[in-house]
């Protein structure tokens, strides 16, 4: 089983910037295609941006393209997302997700499939 803690997330003005972590623990990190989802009140889960297991394709969803990075540091067993110009629409619960396949096979960046979620990081974009 693998254990996901994000951190990170705050209280940020348009157009400023947030990092969140995600610290994975169990499993084989280093092998896991991760991903980010996010909540935001009153509306279903969506995604956000997904990394391959050896880190070197991001994907992303239309709204964040440009603006979120998605990197992983295997050493650390950590996934980033950098997020910046920050806008209201950004404010949301923002999840930690592992698709546990090795190497990625048959996972899809959208789609997964995931096995285990954090338990999310609130971020909220003030104007």
């Known amino acids: 089983q693998v254990q996901l803690v994000e951190s990170g997330g705050g209280l940020v003005q348009v157009g400023g910037s947030l990092r969140l972590s995600c610290a994975a623990s169990?499993?084989?990190?280093?092998?896991?295609?991760m991903g980010w989802f996010r909540q935001a009140p009153g509306k279903e889960r969506e995604f956000v941006a997904a990394i391959n297991w050896i880190g070197d394709d991001g994907y992303y969803a239309d709204s964040v393209k440009d603006r979120f990075t998605i990197s992983r540091d295997n050493a650390k067993s950590t996934v980033y997302l950098q997020m910046n110009s920050l806008k209201p629409e950004d404010t949301a619960v923002y999840y930690c997700?592992?698709?546990?396949?090795?190497?990625?096979?048959?996972?899809?960046?959208?789609?997964?499939?995931?096995?285990?979620w954090g338990q999310g990081t609130q971020v909220t974009v003030s104007s």
């Open positions: 997700t592992v698709c546990q396949a090795p190497f990625s096979t048959n996972w899809r960046p959208k789609e997964g499939p995931y096995d285990y």
């Open positions: 169990g499993g084989t990190f280093s092998s896991y295609a």
